[in-house]
């Protein structure tokens, strides 16, 4: 774990906007993060540093870290079924080099896109509260702010929708979340929307392989 933990702390110093890794903003992921230390000795437990590249064009926006998937390697979506169909997808669409082996150590790279969430931390049961969004909002303002190529956000789910119309003050009502919808913010900025590619969303086919990398085209037709 010791080798793994260097690479999580280059990602948490190469890129703007991460939490510290001893972040102690939020009561209740401290605590959860506290009980899970001594459930899971051997998994990094601490707020998820970004992924990605400084030159990032596209913004991949989650909800929050899996318990078993980046709380335990540390790394958005890697170790979970949501990082089987997210990288594989990257990949396939040229935001991703090399190969994705559900490991933080794998080599995978990202190519003119960034990785984060909206909540850095693990939350019980995978629920995010108000008051958590709301302490980790300047982390992702800071993220955008110091990134100025990016053109697009990929929001997955409505969590990290708003989590993005909040951090640029835009009027919730005024843009709803939809599959696959392109709103124009304020900014300049268009946010992308796409159902979260969990393994619920996918098993009961709410979200589809098909539907998913739809998503992925409009972005790259965007993009150029």
Known sequence: ?????????????SLPGNAPLNCK????????????????????????????????ELLIVGLAPGLKGANRTGRP??????GDLLYPTLLKFGFAKGEYGSRIDDGLSMHKAMITNAVRCVPPQNKTIG??????????IEQIEKTPSIKIILAL???AHN????????????FKFAHNQTHALSNGLKLIDSYHCSRYNTNTGRLTTEMFEDVFKNIQEFLG
Request: hydrophobic share 30%; with cysteine.
């Open 157 to 159: 789910g409505g969590v």
């Open 25 to 56: 903003m939020c009561p209740r992921l401290v605590k959860f993060r506290n009980s899970n230390i001594e459930k899971f000795p051997e998994y990094f437990n601490g707020p998820v540093p970004a992924f990605g590249t400084k030159d990032a």
């Open 163 to 174: 989590a993005v119309l909040s951090t640029y003050g835009e009027k919730k009502s005024a």
């Open 77 to 82: 979506f890697t170790g979970d079924y949501a």
């Open 1 to 13: 774990m010791r080798e793994n933990i260097d690479i999580i702390e280059r990602h948490q110093k």
């Open 131 to 140: 008051e958590e969004e709301t302490n980790c909002r300047p982390f992702l």
